[in-house]
């Protein structure tokens, strides 16, 4: 019996002593007006990080739906998010030819009552260490728009202002105020053709 007890109080510190968990995080996701609408969770997988989306209170239709570069969702605007996650200097749009950015994901859709449950893959992402990863730094931030992305348009696919947010935190305990103070990036320097 001692020697059960014992081996159950090892897998239980052991488990304790893990630290968090970096192949798995759950995003609270917040309105402009600060309140909790959704959450998203994190998972890695071998293509890719994949994002199961629970929100509510949106308009029914299409929106836009992106990774942005820092771990920061001051509203009402969520401009403290930055610009669209991208590493490589890539043009926006999942449907560009020389797209895309890191960040972009496919729109998601709204019931009839505001609702999204959905399940996106960010391609080629990681919540591991590396240039792909959406944990470098102090993380970034997912961040839904008031209409569709287009895939095309630059810098962001005419998807319209930013609605709900949720900060992807490198590390969940901290506090998210030094990615507020980071320059944005210029989605366009790349760009060979603008396209407003």
């Known amino acids: 019996m ?17 630290g968090a968990d ?18 998203a969770t994190l998972n890695e997988m071998p293509d890719g990080v994949q994002i199961k989306l629970k929100l509510e209170g949106l308009s029914p ?12 969702c001051e509203g009402p605007d969520f401009q403290s998010a930055g610009n669209h996650l991208d590493p490589e200097g890539n043009e926006h749009g999942l449907m560009h030819p020389k797209g895309s950015h890191l960040g972009d994901l496919p729109n998601i859709e709204a019931d009839a009552g505001g ?19 959406i944990l470098r730094g102090d ?8 209409s569709q992305d287009d895939g095309v348009s630059q810098p962001a696919g005419d998807s319209g202002v930013r609605i709900i947010c949720g900060e992807i935190k490198a590390d969940p305990n901290a506090d998210s105020k030094s990615s507020a103070e980071e320059t944005p990036s ?11």
């Open 2 to 18: 001692r020697v059960m007890f014992l081996i159950l109080m090892i897998f239980v510190l052991s488990a304790c002593n893990g």
């Open 22 to 39: 970096e192949t798995t995080r759950t995003v609270e996701m917040y309105n402009a007006a600060g309140d909790m609408v959704g959450n």
């Open 61 to 72: 239709g299409f929106h836009g739906i992106h990774v942005h570069e820092f771990s920061s």
């Open 115 to 133: 609702l999204v449950d959905a399940e996106l893959m960010l391609a080629g992402a990681t919540l591991t260490d590396g240039k792909q990863s």
């Open 139 to 146: 993380g970034t931030s997912l961040v839904v728009h008031e």
């Open 186 to 196: 210029d989605p366009t320097e790349t760009n060979e053709n603008q396209d407003e």
